[in-house]
């Protein structure tokens, strides 16, 4: 099974940037989809933006012009570009690596996640 290590947390000012990248112990050009989840502190896990094998992309409206995905398959590596960072996004940000049976059975991996702060 494909291990992910995600890096690049830490802690930040509000309205700065970080980049999380997501390493594959193996080819991420396998799976169906690669995504970015977060978690905030008594919240549910929430979708941040997918990426498909085609490049198309899902964001979430909240991150929606601020965060950028993209897929680096020959380093099997997927990044997170996060710009004018708020408050809310804080939260431990985690890779996930998406195989579909069928439209209602989808397999994930997770990373171990990696926490962003956003305080000032």
């Known amino acids: 099974q494909v291990q992910l290590v995600e890096s690049g947390g830490g802690l930040v000012q509000p309205g700065g940037s970080l980049t999380l990248s997501c390493a594959a112990a193996?080819?991420?050009?396998?799976?169906?989809?690669m995504a970015w989840y977060r978690q905030a502190p008594g919240k549910e896990r929430e979708l941040v933006v997918i990426?498909?094998?085609?490049?198309?992309?899902n964001y979430a409206g909240s991150a929606k012009g601020r965060f950028t995905i993209s897929r680096d398959n020959a380093k099997n590596t997927v990044y997170l570009q996060m710009n004018s960072l708020k408050s809310e996004d804080a939260a431990v940000y985690y890779c996930?690596?998406?195989?579909?049976?069928?439209?209602?059975?989808?397999?994930?991996?997770w990373g171990q996640g990696t926490l962003v702060t956003v305080s000032s």
């Open positions: 990426i498909g094998s085609d490049d198309s992309t």
């Open positions: 996930c690596a998406e195989t579909s049976q069928s439209s209602t059975s989808i397999t994930r991996i």
């Open positions: 193996g080819s991420i050009s396998s799976f169906d989809a």
